[in-house]
């Protein structure tokens, strides 16, 4: 896995962030963790661990990942979250089947058959099912859960899509924009876990 990079944008991820690293020991992949300089405790909860930090220059999860891809020096990148919520598991396959399809973005999804949520509520499902759903109608994206950024794509591709959205709308401008570019963009099933376990274990 030379070829690929996690980008892990962290905030306020002390608690969380070892336990994912813990587990992601076992893999061979490069790991940037992208964060502003002011989150101390983060920083220092990391500190023992062979990762790159990424120091972002403004605030946002869209600004950490944005700044991210553009620091990423790998063919490939794969957004993965600093909570626990995603299975390093899934990245093998997720992979595969981006390089098989010859696809530029790969989008993991919660709502496909052999899927799931430990950590989905009736807001989030709604409010993903709204957006999704006007993806589909208005820019016919053939993506089952927009709002789930657990993707693995080409960081050429994704760098030439002048991406902006600082906030957590990034969810969607990324695909939007690359649709409209009319790059390869494919959906494959996942299982997202409860947050914050190292909470739960204490």
Known sequence: MNELTLLIPAKNEAESLPIVLDELKKYDYKINIILHITDLDTIQAIREYDVNIIYQKNLGYGDALIYGIEQCKTKYFCIFNADG?????????????????????????????????????IVTLIGNYIFTYIGKIFFQLNISDILYTFIIGRTEQANILDLKQKDFSFCVELPIKAKKMKMQLGSINSYERKKNRRQEKS
């Open 85 to 121: 919520s995603f299975n390093p598991s899934e990245i093998n396959q997720m992979f595969k089947t981006l390089q098989s399809k010859k696809l530029d973005f790969i989008f993991a999804s919660r709502y496909q058959s052999n899927s799931g949520s430990e950590d989905d509520t």
